[in-house]
């Protein structure tokens, strides 16, 4: 936890960004009837049966400090979809880093071993050279921004019925660049004194 904290502390640098990274998933619906268009005095009106389209993986990463997110649509989540997310998030977004600070949890498939998996051993050396991993304790995912900014997605933008993938990575990009366009940054507070005083259960103690 201290370790995550003390990385937040630390000011912009544009040669190595902090970014915050998670996924989650999102369930897909189609409708079975056509709804009824909204009218004056009501509102649209949606039929409460479904049909069931599958399951997309989406990948967030969040640079708190600039106020920009990425979030990249997948069929699936297996370490080479994070893979090949993190080689796009190293080569194409941040191309000029000398070093990517990135703070996630430690799911099994959030390794710079999923490089090998993914890609031939020296490109995989080479992209697990470009980051500095932190990880975030057991439980203690409320310390991973990108958990906050999935929160605020999905009340804007995911709490409704998407048909399919594209829709899906249609209206998302649409709400990453209203968001980037904004610079929504998020200020993070909570610093490792916080923690020592709020979370003294937390620690060892030691008798003098």
Same mark, same amino acid.
Not at 90 to 114: F, R
């Given at each position: 936890m201290e370790d995550v904290l003390e990385v937040y502390k630390r000011q912009y640098d544009p040669k190595r960004p902090q970014i915050c990274m998670d996924e989650t998933s999102k369930q897909l619906f189609d409708e079975i009837r056509q709804s009824l268009p909204a009218r004056v005095g009501s #509102?649209?009106?949606? /039929?409460? =049966?479904?049909?069931?389209?599958?399951?997309? *993986? $989406?990948?967030?990463?969040?640079? @708190?400090?600039?106020?920009?997110?990425?979030?990249?649509?997948?069929?699936?989540?297996?370490?080479?979809?994070?893979?090949?997310?993190?080689?796009?998030?190293?080569? #194409?977004?941040?191309? /000029?880093? =000398?070093?990517?600070?990135?703070?996630?949890? *430690? $799911?099994?498939?959030?390794?710079? @071993?999923?490089?090998?998996?993914?890609?031939?051993?020296?490109?995989?050396?080479?992209?697990?050279?470009?980051?500095?991993?932190?990880?975030?304790p057991k439980h203690g995912s409320w310390l991973n921004m990108a958990e906050i900014e999935f929160s605020v997605l999905s009340r804007q933008c995911l709490d409704r019925r998407i048909p399919d993938q594209i829709s899906l990575a249609k209206e998302i990009n649409a709400w990453q660049n209203d968001r980037n366009d904004l610079s929504v940054k998020v200020i993070w507070r909570f610093t490792t004194a916080d923690a020592r005083i709020k979370l003294k259960h937390l620690y060892p103690h030691f008798q003098v």
């Open positions: #509102v649209e009106k949606f /039929d409460c =049966e479904y049909q069931r389209e599958g399951v997309a *993986n $989406l990948f967030m990463f969040l640079e @708190a400090l600039t106020g920009k997110r990425y979030v990249s649509v997948t069929e699936h989540r297996t370490r080479k979809d994070w893979a090949i997310a993190m080689k796009e998030l190293a080569d #194409v977004i941040y191309p /000029d880093a =000398e070093k990517i600070v990135i703070v996630m949890d *430690n $799911l099994n498939t959030h390794s710079l @071993a999923s490089f090998y998996e993914a890609f031939d051993p020296a490109e995989a050396l080479r992209l697990a050279n470009r980051f500095e991993v932190h990880y975030t």
